[in-house]
């Protein structure tokens, strides 16, 4: 038996003090009071000095990290992502792909694949944006590899994408959406001109659907013309992806969509593209240049590139914006995804049964200072200081 003493535990709806976390395996045994426990009957302890102790984050949006990308034509790519995500105290993700060419992107599918088995931040499967999308909102898509919704691009992957963003608007007809549905895939609205009637017609029978970066690429709120956004923030089952760099949602926007939406309808993402937590300079996102000065992430022209921001510091910003308990917010980066992607009777919470993925955060600036995966120590702050 191992434990996690002295943390504040981040529960679905609580935060615990004085409670001893422990786990066994790659499995959290039980969170039980602290006085009267013996410690001498565990293994190993980590102390957590007072930080929050929160479940390990699930990204379902991020394109790479590190100065490696989903699209990168290696396995090396993917091992890299995995071996850095838990310093930000992710320990589940969907790589994202781009729109690219289909054998591009098949053989990204078939990396990701591959990659489930090693070691790090865990993948649970793919996010395809694109290539299904709209030329008029592609933002740093490229346009010439859009293509018109197929499903024979998909069936051969069905057990590794979880999540596909598409233009309504650019359906032929409800087919598509039966198909993703008939095989558990998640659609979302993204990189879209629909407008808010398209929407709502589109999406009538869908169980739920999630909305790829709220406010970017698409249509925006109007009074007269609602737009996706409207939709978003009026149909219960919309779940709303969020950017929170302060960058590409302000603030006050967070506010709003925390306000109609509640815990239930958020999930934070990152967005982040290869030069997530490297220095400024010249980077790349999807065959195209991108420039990385003060924090933003730009193409040549000027257009928003994907994030450089890290989940820790994204579920940051969102407490801070939106003034949502501590719980709340941990959990539209933990169960909400979970959740949505089938896999929350496994993870997204710190339960007796769960896998120990488990993240402990600086109470103060929530930089992380431990991640277990499956039990399994895979980020150590102070042993990445010594180094």
Same mark, same amino acid.
Request: aromatic fraction near 6%; glycine fraction near 8%.
């Given at each position: 038996?191992? /434990?996690i003493? =002295?943390?504040?535990?981040?529960? @679905?709806d609580?935060? *615990?003090?004085?409670? $001893?976390? +422990? ?7 039980d ?12 293994t ?18 991020i ?7 989903t ?22 993700f969907l ?27 865990r ?13 008029a ?9 859009? /293509?018109r919704? =197929?499903?024979?691009w998909?069936? @051969?992957?069905?057990? *590794?994408?979880?999540? $596909?963003t +598409? ?7 409800k ?28 999406m ?44 590409h ?13 509640g ?22 996102l ?14 040549e022209?000027?257009?928003?590139a994907?994030? $450089?921001?890290?989940m ?10 939106s ?38 955060l600086?109470?103060?600036?929530f930089?992380?200072k431990?991640?277990?995966?499956g039990?399994?120590l ?10």
């Open positions: 038996m191992k /434990a003493i =002295d943390g504040m535990i981040v529960l @679905p609580a935060i *615990v003090g004085g409670h $001893i976390l +422990l786990y066994e395996g790659d499995t959290i045994a969170i039980v009071p602290r006085k009267g426990f013996h410690l001498g009957m565990c190993d302890l980590i102390d957590a000095n007072g930080g929050f102790v929160v479940p390990g984050f699930i990204n379902e949006h394109h790479g990290c590190a100065g490696a990308d699209m990168d034509e290696n396995e090396e790519a993917l091992a890299t992502i995995q071996s850095v995500l838990p310093k930000t105290g992710v320990t589940s790589p994202t792909t781009m729109t690219y060419d289909r054998p591009r992107i098949e053989r990204a599918l078939d990396r990701i694949r591959r990659a489930k088995k090693n070691r790090g931040a993948i649970l499967g793919a996010h395809m944006e694109g290539p299904f999308i709209s030329t909102y592609k933002g740093a898509q490229k346009e010439s590899n859009i /293509a919704a =197929d499903f024979s998909i069936e @051969p992957y069905e057990d *590794v994408v979880k999540i $596909i +598409l233009a309504p608007e650019t359906l032929k007809d087919t598509f959406l039966k198909e993703c549905a008939d095989h558990h895939i998640i659609v979302s609205v993204g990189h879209s001109g629909a407008t808010y009637e398209q929407v709502m017609d589109c009538e029978k869908c169980q739920f659907y999630h909305v790829t970066h709220m406010y970017n690429a698409m249509t925006p709120l109007h009074h007269r013309r609602p737009g996706i956004v409207g939709a978003a923030l009026l149909d219960p089952k919309a779940h709303c992806e969020l950017i929170c760099d302060n960058l949602v302000h603030p006050a926007a967070q506010k709003l969509v925390y306000r109609m939406k815990r239930d309808g958020i999930i934070l993402i990152t967005d982040s593209l290869r030069a997530c937590l490297l220095p400024d300079g010249e980077s790349e999807g065959g195209q240049k991108v420039f990385v000065k003060n924090g933003e992430a730009r193409l022209d000027g257009t928003l994907g994030s $450089i921001a890290a820790n510091q994204v579920v940051l910003n969102f407490l801070v914006n003034g949502a308990p501590l719980p709340e917010a941990v959990a539209m980066a933990t169960v909400n995804p979970a959740k949505d992607l089938g896999v929350y009777d496994r993870i997204g919470s710190l339960e007796k049964g769960k896998l120990a993925d488990i993240a402990i600086d109470s103060t600036d930089h992380v431990q991640t277990l995966v039990g399994e895979v980020y150590n702050e102070e042993q990445e200081q010594a180094q």
